[in-house]
């Protein structure tokens, strides 16, 4: 007997989720599921270190990385005075926060641009965000996707021109909490992506960068 052939049915794809608040310290608002591979960022961003992340970036690290990874930073320079209001990543996936398992984001200012001649590693003293100790941030298990990090008025910060920058991810080591995507080549000649606070190489001499924008309004030139 002859096989029923039965026709294939149109199957509609799965929707990205909404965009979605998630509960993270009181200084920063948390906007995850904000853009599914995005090949731009949104609005005009002061500062990124790739121009279409989910093309450039296609490399997800994490705080798994050589089972020893707590530190995932990102330098960059700043060129004119600006209050920085909202950080940008792109990432997504991993295990997702708990008690144990936190994040912290910190921004750290890690000095004169000119008086920097070594950026294989880098040390840092204050972080800048929530008066020293950084801000808890609840991750939600996501698609790869961009996450948006709007900072409230105490920890909107006034970058300063001529200085060099680390904003980094803070995570539980070998545990594999979130990814955050990077490129597999230098992209962002002003900046470079580190683990631990040392630089990442790849093939060879060449430096990497994690996706990231940062956004703010431009102080008045004096």
Same mark, same amino acid.
């Given at each position: 007997?002859?096989?029923?052939?039965?026709?294939?049915?149109?199957?509609?794809?799965? #929707?990205?989720?909404?965009?979605? /608040?998630? /509960?993270? %310290? =009181?200084?920063?608002?948390?906007?995850?599921?904000?853009? $599914?591979?995005?090949?731009?960022? #949104?609005?005009?961003?002061?500062?990124?270190?790739?121009?279409? #992340?989910?093309?450039?970036?296609?490399?997800?690290?994490?705080?798994?990385?050589?089972?020893?990874?707590?530190?995932m930073?990102?330098? $960059?320079?700043?060129?004119e %005075?600006? !209050?920085?209001?909202?950080?940008? @990543?792109?990432?997504?996936?991993?295990?997702?926060?708990? %008690?144990? *398992? !936190? @994040?912290?984001?910190? +921004?750290?200012?890690?000095?004169s641009?000119?008086?920097?001649?070594?950026?294989?590693?880098? !040390?840092?003293? =204050?972080?800048?965000?929530?008066?020293l100790?950084?801000?808890?941030?609840?991750?939600?298990?996501? #698609?790869?996707?961009?996450?948006?990090?709007?900072?409230?008025?105490?920890?909107?910060? /006034? +970058?300063?021109?001529?200085?060099?920058?680390? $904003? =980094?991810?803070?995570? /539980?080591?070998?545990? +594999?909490?979130?990814?955050?995507?990077?490129?597999?080549?230098?992209?962002?000649?002003?900046?470079?992506?580190?683990? *631990?606070?040392?630089?990442?190489? =790849?093939?060879?001499?060449?430096?990497?960068?994690?996706?990231?924008?940062?956004?703010? !309004?431009?102080?008045?030139?004096?």
């Amino acid at each position: 007997m002859e096989g029923v052939t039965v026709p294939m049915r149109d199957v509609p794809p799965l #929707p990205f989720p909404e965009p979605v /608040k998630n /509960k993270s %310290d =009181e200084g920063v608002i948390v906007t995850q599921n904000a853009g $599914f591979m995005p090949q731009s960022w #949104p609005g005009k961003p002061i500062i990124a270190t790739v121009d279409n #992340p989910y093309y450039k970036a296609t490399y997800c690290a994490s705080f798994n990385a050589n089972r020893n990874c707590e530190f995932m930073g990102q330098t $960059f320079q700043v060129h004119e %005075d600006f !209050t920085l209001d909202r950080i940008s @990543i792109f990432g997504g996936d991993g295990l997702g926060y708990d %008690d144990e *398992n !936190t @994040i912290v984001i910190g +921004l750290y200012d890690l000095g004169s641009v000119s008086e920097q001649a070594d950026n294989k590693s880098y !040390t840092v003293k =204050e972080n800048l965000f929530n008066s020293l100790k950084g801000l808890k941030i609840a991750y939600e298990v996501q #698609p790869l996707g961009l996450i948006h990090f709007d900072l409230k008025k105490s920890n909107q910060l /006034k +970058l300063k021109a001529g200085h060099r920058y680390a $904003f =980094e991810l803070k995570g /539980k080591k070998g545990y +594999l909490s979130m990814g955050w995507r990077r490129t597999r080549s230098d992209i962002f000649n002003e900046g470079a992506a580190y683990n *631990n606070r040392s630089i990442i190489r =790849e093939r060879g001499d060449d430096t990497v960068d994690y996706a990231m924008a940062l956004y703010g !309004t431009d102080s008045p030139k004096k």
